[in-house]
């Protein structure tokens, strides 16, 4: 059964920082392009990073590039995203999610496989 459990997230406010933590099993994680991804209330899904499951290139959305980190554990099969200079805008349920290698660009929100259940994230202004 494949799992994808997310944590961290929390309530901060304007300007403060956060790392959220999936924690994958059930899948061989090195073959997995991960991406995360965050839903604002009243919003559609939108893919905010990812990281090549081979070389562990890494694509940027514009509205976060600069402030968040992604970044992979091969051998704990976990990826985390660190965000820095968060923003009342960065108010979301955020997710992970899976894709087989090969699933195309970076940059492509499509093709995801597995996603966790979503960790909140509310930034105060």
């Known amino acids: 059964q494949v799992q994808l459990v997310e944590s961290g997230g929390g309530l901060v406010q304007a300007g403060g920082s956060l790392r959220l933590s999936c924690v994958v099993s059930?899948?061989?994680?090195?073959?997995?392009?991960m991406g995360w991804f965050r839903q604002p209330p009243g919003k559609e899904q939108d893919l905010l990073t990812a990281?090549?499951?081979?070389?562990?290139?890494?694509y940027y959305a514009d509205s976060v590039k600069g402030r968040f980190t992604i970044s992979r554990d091969n051998a704990k099969n976990t990826v985390d995203l660190q965000m820095h200079t968060l923003r009342p805008e960065d108010t979301a349920v955020y997710y992970c999610a899976a894709r087989f290698a090969g699933g195309g660009p970076l940059s492509s929100p499509a093709a995801y496989d597995y996603y966790g259940q979503g960790t909140q994230v509310t930034v105060s202004s």
């Open positions: 059930g899948l061989p994680f090195s073959s997995y392009t």
């Open positions: 990281i090549s499951w081979s070389d562990s290139s890494t």
